[in-house]
């Protein structure tokens, strides 16, 4: 007998599903994604074979080519005991409420002395315009700065602190404003921090370019 041919039909699938599957899967990484912190303003690093990465939560200190100095406190968990610290320990008299507002801003760049009156006039200087933290030998508020640091991390592992201090240079900046970031760290008891380079390859035929080549460079 001749075989029964069954007729073929095409197969509907339903993506409805599939399709709020990935929409929910995307909403939850475009929330859930950290942001990349905003840069105070551009500095030409200099380049180092060096491939370690930064920690996300850095306490950023950023020096422009001009000296101008600028403090961006990464950890989001202690930024507002520090400013807090400061505060207290400067007698700069800061309400709650203007604690509370200069914790919203992304990073700090001008003295002290002027905290108080930038907070009460409610505007938002432009980091151009701003003088940057006072860093000269008469008046280094940097070493404030991190005092209050260590006092709100103290306790802790400072070996953990270390790797979240990071210092950021350009690269025409002249040696005596970074010595005076590095006397700020010093006159804290901290003698261990790491400087932000742009990567760049090995020299050809140096010990760590044959490293890397078999493999057995810095991951």
């Not at 007998?1 to 699938?13: C, F």
């Not at 599939?18 to 899967?25: G, N, R, S, Y």
């Not at 380049?47 to 001009?66: F, G, M, Q, R, Y």
């Amino acid at each position: 007998m001749p075989k029964v041919k069954i007729p073929r039909k095409s197969t509907a699938v339903d993506m409805t599903a599939m399709c709020d599957v990935a929409f929910l899967l995307l909403s939850f990484f475009i929330l859930a994604t950290k942001q990349k912190p905003p840069e105070v303003l551009a500095v030409k690093t200099p380049n180092s074979v060096s491939s370690k990465v930064a920690p996300d939560k850095a306490i950023l200190v950023t020096l422009t080519k001009e000296g101008k100095a600028f403090l961006m406190l990464g950890d989001d968990t202690k930024k507002a005991d520090i400013l807090a610290n400061v505060n207290l320990t400067k007698g700069l008299g800061l309400s709650p409420a203007e604690l509370q507002a200069w914790g919203k801003q992304p990073f700090i760049g001008q003295p002290l002395g002027t905290i108080k009156s930038t907070l009460a006039s409610g505007r938002e200087l432009d980091p151009v315009r701003m003088p940057g933290i006072p860093t000269d030998s008469t008046n280094n508020e940097m070493k404030d700065w991190i005092k209050s640091v260590t006092n709100v991390y103290a306790g802790g592992d400072m070996r953990e602190l270390q790797e979240m201090l990071l210092v950021k240079g350009d690269n025409d900046a002249l040696y005596p404003s970074f010595k005076s970031i590095k006397d700020a760290f010093k006159a804290n008891d901290i003698f261990k921090f790491r400087i932000v380079t742009n990567g760049a390859a090995p020299p050809a035929g140096s010990e760590l370019a044959k490293q890397a080549a078999s493999g057995g460079g810095e991951k």
